[in-house]
């Protein structure tokens, strides 16, 4: 059974929202009110009677304040931008307590009536590999100037069983989380829309990952000391993504020590690069078809309008989209200042994370996002948090893992890496 039009829903409960505007205090003494209606539309198969601790919580995007209602509470809000997010408790009909979430992003309150709905999911845990780590803001030469090709991404096996690495793709998505445009036909439920795949070669079982090993993917796999001496070494890395570029000025470095990912698509003419702010979701997906038929049958054409000063001009693009069932794991990441959605649908990522508060922000570099330890095997192997909420989910701005292990510069002026952690925050010890 889907419900429909269900106000904010608490086992069964109906909840009245009154929104109280016109100014930044709420009460008595605000100039007028009207109500917000949150309205549910639940998945098949729950019970209503079986959703409990359930809680709605409303982020400011303009002055990054965050309000949480539950049972039996009226919502007081300001007028402005908001992201939406629900979360309850629900008792499945096997007897396994689960958690349903949903979330809207960029919604506008106005002082009118405003109606919000959601539609919860089932989040179900992960049995496959997890993005641990996303190094894309780089490093800074001595001289000061920004240095390329250094980032990279770590790959884990979070489960106790092995797992094979064959097949699976790394992704970047093609929209930014810092410009939202309503891009018809929406296609978010059912797809990721991305500009980059590249995946790791193999028949099936030619690559068992242990349960507590990594697959570092790296930008370019050599010793980048050799020419940044606050960068490090990625000549060790598993696999790196290599382009044969059409630009003869800008060629790409093909290290004879790491071996290539298999590039599926990239929308580059030259050289595949982690954004260097991070405005991107990135992921990994088990793509079912071949590079053939997906380029084929796969293609996402798109309108979107842009409005600035000097008028309005509709655009049309195309890309690929990547079934939401195929994606193992996404994480969006984004800044502060600059925020304005999560690019993937909200079963995948229903968060962001970041390095840098501000567009361009200098302390970026030489930090990192890392997935947060939740704790440590009795064999002592590392358990992280997979909520499939990048928010919750992982530290912002750490020191990256490889300059820990490597101790190499945490800054411009060459100060060296003293600590191990498991997470950018958590000492190993």
């Not at 501000?358 to 992280?384: A, C, E, M, N, W």
Request: hydrophobic letters at 35%.
């Amino acid at each position: 059974m889907k419900l429909r039009s269900i106000y904010f829903l608490i086992v069964s409960a109906l909840l009245s929202a009154t929104l109280y505007s016109c100014d930044d205090t709420l009460g008595e003494g605000s100039a007028y009110s009207s109500g917000v209606t949150v309205e549910l539309e639940m998945p098949d198969g729950i019970d209503p009677g079986s959703v409990s601790s359930a809680v709605i919580s409303m982020y400011n995007l303009s002055n990054g304040q965050t309000s949480e209602f539950y049972a039996g509470e009226t919502i007081n809000v300001i007028p402005g931008i908001y992201d939406v997010t629900y979360s309850a408790s629900v008792l499945l009909a096997n007897g396994v307590t689960s958690e349903l979430k949903a979330v809207r992003r960029s919604v506008t309150v106005t002082g009118s009536n405003t109606v919000i709905v959601l539609k919860p999911f089932n989040n179900i845990s992960n049995d496959d590999f997890i993005i641990s780590e996303i190094f894309f803001a780089g490093t800074l030469q001595p001289s000061g100037n920004q240095y390329y090709g250094d980032d990279y991404v770590k790959i884990y096996n979070n489960t106790d069983h092995v797992l094979y690495a064959d097949g699976l793709t790394l992704f970047e998505s093609r929209f930014t989380t810092t410009e939202k445009y309503d891009y018809t036909p929406d296609i978010m439920d059912e797809a990721v829309t991305v500009h980059a795949l590249y995946t790791i070669p193999g028949s099936g079982k030619d690559h068992p990952v242990q349960p507590g090993e990594y697959i570092l993917l790296a930008d370019t796999g050599i010793d980048h000391r050799q020419i940044n001496a606050n960068s490090f070494d990625l000549s060790h890395a598993d696999w790196e993504w290599y382009d044969v570029s059409t630009k003869p000025s800008e060629l790409d470095i093909d290290s004879p020590l790491v071996p290539n990912l298999d590039k599926m698509y990239c929308y580059t003419l030259s050289f595949f690069m982690l954004h260097n702010r991070g405005f991107k979701c990135y992921g990994l997906a088990r793509i079912p078809v071949g590079k053939e038929e997906y380029l084929r049958d796969y293609k996402y054409t798109y309108s979107y309008v842009i409005e600035v000063a000097a008028g309005t001009f509709p655009m049309s693009q195309s890309y690929y989209k990547l079934p939401n069932e195929w994606v193992v794991d996404a994480v969006n990441c984004s800044v502060a200042a600059k925020y304005a959605w999560t690019v993937c649908a909200p079963r995948l990522d229903m968060g962001w994370t970041y390095c840098g508060t501000i567009d361009k922000d200098k302390t970026r570099y030489f930090h990192s996002v890392r997935r947060k330890l939740l704790y440590v095997r009795d064999d002592g192997t590392p358990v992280f948090k997979d909520t499939n909420n990048s928010s919750e989910d992982f530290n912002p701005q750490v020191t990256p893992s490889e300059i820990e292990l490597q101790h190499t510069a945490t800054d411009v002026a060459g100060l060296r890496s003293e600590v191990i952690t498991y997470d950018g925050v958590t000492p190993v010890e």
